[in-house]
């Protein structure tokens, strides 16, 4: 580092330490901002890929009103995720360069949807747990010290709060009922609830990119502790509508008021973001496929504008 | 007022509405971009929303203990009265927009003349249709202007999918003994009136877009009294799949 830049580390630092927010036009280490970009890509591609798995249903929603509900969902998805790639562009990064870092494999997208939605209740299970999961991660980045990212957060958590009520809703009406909606739920369950607490990522001592991400208040709580607070907030929730856990070991800490779970399988976890979860060939090749499909209509769009463009010249 | 007529004019509505909505939810997570990808499924969104008033109109007027829910999804295919234009295949984008095109020509001239309808619940409905009906063909025949205008390869799949879909849009127009009564009454719309309008408005934009209007002039029907297309049982399996599937349970 020569003198400039520890000079400007400095100061940047400072800023950080006194609770201040970064801008776009403010001077930042260049770590801060390739970290920003890497975590708020792939924060943009998980809301975008995450349409995958719900849009398999919407077609066979059981109602008009379930069709609906699901439909306006998915929308605020893509539209979390067009906010978030501006947001993202605001440190030097088009979209159409992130979009190309999602199917070359540089950029990741949340593992979670590497799991299928297999049955109705599913669609509750996102909502209620993964939707859950993101929220407590999510209102914990409201304070991330990257304006327009912390900005976008709490827009984002809003509907976001909106989406996990439907979600335990839809689980709600199924436990309530027949044996067969009850079976779906309990099943959604249990596929779904320990790759939720692996969103929250590795145990704090094997978290690489933690450190900076802290000191930097990007992330302003660790994994550990937001894992900590979605178990406790959940587990009430599932047993009060006749769910099991799907964890024989769980508990309840009388002293701490805290719960306490089994051994997550940190090799399945690990297998998924190598790219052997159940989904992940088949959501990026989705992506691509429509992607490279509409190459035509963005050319046709392209091609358009500036004709129209060159007329009014 | 005969309810059964009624009944049933309410139940082509709701039914144009549900399929067509159905269609356009099949391309989430498709779209050839993020923003566009959202508006398609933003339409099929209204699509779904007006069918549901429909069908709960129509659920009434039956005379039976009817939900909205079981004449959305609890009928035989030949039961089911949409025009063929809106259970056509989307093919590729151009399909899409040319289907979405038509029908909205059709469906604001439609919906703001029954916004005039002596039923009030109908009319009440079309009120409030009409402004999405008028963002549906604002967002189409931009569609149909770009890919028109925009590249060869463009402009080739707009005309392919204007010459296919060309023979479905007659029946936009069609009307029969039910309508004949109900139009007696004030209550329905006389579409038959509107082809003229439809095919002005088809040739003002098509002229901006570079399109040819199809010389094909065979015209084909058969929605209206429940004889559908090949595509159309496969697409009420999956809409019916849950309801069929699990006849005790509510959802």
Not at chain 1, 219 to 222: A, G, L, Q
Not at chain 2, 88 to 92: G, I, R, S, T, V
């Given at each position: 580092m020569n003198l400039l830049q520890e000079v400007t580390s400095d100061v940047f630092q400072d800023k950080i330490d006194q609770g201040e927010y970064i801008e776009p036009k403010d001077t930042m280490p260049e770590d801060y901002r390739k970290h920003l970009i890497r975590q708020m890509s792939q924060h943009a591609h998980s809301e975008v890929i995450g349409m995958q798995p719900e849009g398999n249903w919407i077609t066979r929603a059981p109602s008009l009103r379930a069709k609906q509900i699901l439909l306006a969902k998915i929308q605020d998805e893509g539209g979390h995720g067009l906010y978030l790639y501006s947001a993202t562009e605001t440190?030097?990064?088009?979209r159409s360069e992130m979009i190309e870092q999602l199917h070359s494999g540089k950029a990741k997208y949340s593992s979670?949807?590497?799991y299928p939605a297999l049955n109705w209740a599913d669609i509750g299970a996102i909502g209620w747990l993964v939707d859950g999961a993101a929220i407590v991660n999510q209102v914990s980045l409201q304070r991330t010290s990257y304006g327009p990212y912390s900005r976008a957060m709490v827009r984002i958590c809003k509907e976001e709060s909106f989406h996990q009520r439907q979600g335990y809703e839809i689980m709600t009406r199924m436990m309530r009922g027949t044996k067969e909606q009850q079976q779906m739920a309990q099943d959604a369950m249990n596929r779904w609830w320990w790759p939720s607490l692996m969103m929250f990522g590795p145990h704090d001592n094997d978290s690489p990119n933690s450190n900076n991400a802290i000191k930097w208040k990007i992330?302003?709580?660790?994994n550990d502790e937001l894992r900590q607070k979605f178990i406790d907030k959940t587990i009430p929730q599932a047993l009060l509508i006749g769910l099991t856990i799907p964890d024989e070991f769980y508990k309840l800490d009388e002293k701490t008021g805290h719960y306490t779970i089994g051994k997550i399988n940190w090799d399945e976890f690990h297998n998924v973001i190598k790219g052997n979860g159940p989904c992940n060939k088949q959501r990026l090749k989705h992506h691509k496929k429509y992607h490279q499909e509409g190459a035509w209509v963005r050319e046709a769009a392209e091609a358009y504008s500036k004709k129209q463009k060159s007329k009014l010249k | 007022m005969n309810n059964s007529e009624l009944y049933n004019y309410t139940l082509r509505l709701a039914d144009n509405a549900l399929i067509l909505g159905q269609r356009l939810s099949e391309l989430c997570s498709k779209g050839p971009f993020l923003e566009e990808d959202l508006a398609q499924t933003n339409i099929a969104l209204d699509y779904i929303g007006r069918a549901q008033s429909l069908y709960n109109y129509a659920a009434q007027l039956s005379g039976k203990p009817l939900s909205e829910d079981e004449l959305a999804y609890r009928r035989a295919e030949n039961n089911y009265y949409n025009v063929l234009l809106v259970e056509?295949?989307?093919?590729?984008f151009a399909h899409t927009i040319a289907r979405q095109f038509f029908y909205s020509v059709a469906d604001c001239l439609f919906y703001a003349e029954l916004t005039k309808s002596k039923n009030e619940t109908l009319a009440s409905i079309a009120k409030k249709v009409i402004k999405e009906s008028k963002y549906h063909l604002n967002h189409s025949s931009d569609w149909v202007k770009r890919l028109g205008g925009g590249t060869e390869l463009s402009h080739e799949k707009m005309q392919n999918a204007v010459n296919a879909l060309w023979m479905y849009t007659d029946e936009l127009f069609e009307i029969d003994d039910i309508e004949h009564k109900l139009i007696k009454e004030g209550v329905a719309v006389n579409s038959s009136n509107h082809k003229s309008l439809w095919l002005a408005e088809v040739t003002e934009v098509f002229k901006e877009a570079g399109l040819s209007v199809p010389e094909n002039n065979f015209m084909m029907t058969g929605g209206r009294s429940g004889?559908?297309?090949?595509?159309f049982g496969h697409l009420l399996s999956e809409l019916q799949y849950l309801q069929r599937a699990y006849p005790d349970a509510t959802w």
């Open positions: 440190l030097g990064i088009s979670i949807f590497n992330k302003r709580e660790s | 056509q295949p989307d093919e590729d004889n559908h297309s090949e595509h």
